[in-house]
């Protein structure tokens, strides 16, 4: 597949390295923040650390100078470090003792350290990461809830990936773009010519990779829904349920359940479908900021206000409505993925 794009779109993510400096990517995500919500983010070295890679960032109102929240920052990899990438709360926001205190946030990553000859270079996916856990860092440091158990990430597994993944779509905007994604030796701003290939590249295969996900979400729920037949191998039952889905013959001897992680001691069980709907909600949301701008700053405090601020104390439904003025659009992801004109 990726020798395919290389030569369908003349494009690879190596192309894309040079100008995602880790330092540039960290101060575009606070710029970001700063043009979206109103924050401001400041390196404290008066807070303990767990580890020396550690940075810690006190964030405040840009406008009011009130205090938000901390956020760590834990970026590279080491031997007791689990791989992968999160956002944990090591304080959610809400009543301790009696009263309402402020979040402790952090959001961890594995990227490659710099060298003493070259900077810590991020690819684009990379660079996606990054927004997307920061989105929920987001999350949990813009909250203003009573309680810690309805504060910040604690809504609805279905819900909880959008502020996240709307993140995600900055990162192939060339406004956004501009504002850190520089070459990390001569300083030159990404060719307009270079976005054009990322953006065209990013829809390929987006047939294949949501019939796949939508596969998976149809194997999950046939799971949980009494759908099993004694009688049946594993193999035997999902080719039965995946049948309508398949672009091509099941591997002899191959099954998906034995290794589907998610949906057994993953904690996704009959939730995998909420990945899909997610991006519903992200790629709908989206299709708003660029319809008034993607930095807009009413539709942006809207969001600030609607989604990131109230939690779990409202159903996602009401939320998202209220934010949108209507119900979401499942044809805005089939518009994004290029599979709808």
């Known amino acids: 597949a990726e020798l395919l794009k290389e030569k369908k779109y003349a494009f690879s993510d190596e192309d894309l390295r040079p100008y995602f400096k880790l330092e540039n990517v960290i101060d575009g995500v606070f710029e970001h923040a700063k043009k979206l919500y109103d924050l401001n983010f400041k390196e404290t070295f008066e807070v303990d650390k767990y580890h020396p890679d550690v940075r810690v960032f006190e964030v405040f109102d840009s406008k009011t100078e009130r205090y938000i929240g901390l956020l760590y920052t834990d970026f590279f990899p080491r031997d007791t470090k689990q791989a992968g990438a999160w956002m944990t709360a090591y304080r959610n926001q809400g009543l301790h003792d009696g009263q309402i205190k402020r979040p402790h946030i952090g959001i961890v990553c594995n990227f490659t ?12 996916m990379e ?27 604690n809504v ?13 779509n900055w990162t192939e905007e060339k406004e956004a773009l501009d504002l850190f994604a520089r070459h990390y030796q001569t300083g030159e701003a990404m060719p307009e010519k270079l976005i054009e290939s990322l953006r065209a590249a990013s829809n390929f295969l987006s047939g294949w ?17 009494g759908e099993y037949r004694d009688e049946e191998k594993v193999s035997e039952f999902e080719n039965r349920i995946l049948a309508p889905y398949r672009l091509q013959p099941a591997v002899s001897g191959t099954n998906i359940s034995c290794s589907f992680g998610h949906i057994f001691p993953g904690g996704y069980s009959a939730g995998y ?22 930095f807009n700053p009413e539709v942006s405090h809207r969001f600030r206000d609607i989604i990131l601020k109230q939690g ?20 805005a992801l089939l518009r994004r993925n290029g599979l709808l004109s």
């Open 113 to 124: 350290p710099s060298t003493p000859t070259t900077p810590s270079l991020l690819t684009h």
């Open 209 to 225: 990779m949501t019939l796949r996900q939508v596969q998976h979400a149809a194997l999950d729920l046939a799971w949980y829904s």
């Open 273 to 294: 479908y909420s990945y899909q709907w997610a991006e519903v909600l992200d790629a709908d949301a989206f299709e708003f900021f660029k319809e008034r701008g993607i």
């Open 156 to 168: 609805l597994w279905d819900f909880v990936e959008l502020p996240s993944q709307i993140m995600e």
């Open 127 to 153: 660079v996606r990461t990054l927004f997307h856990e920061f989105g929920h860092a987001l999350h949990g440091l813009l909250t203003d809830c009573t309680y810690r158990s309805l504060s910040g990430t």
């Open 312 to 331: 779990g104390t409202k159903p996602p439904q009401d939320l998202y409505k209220e934010f949108r003025g209507r119900d979401p659009d499942p044809d």
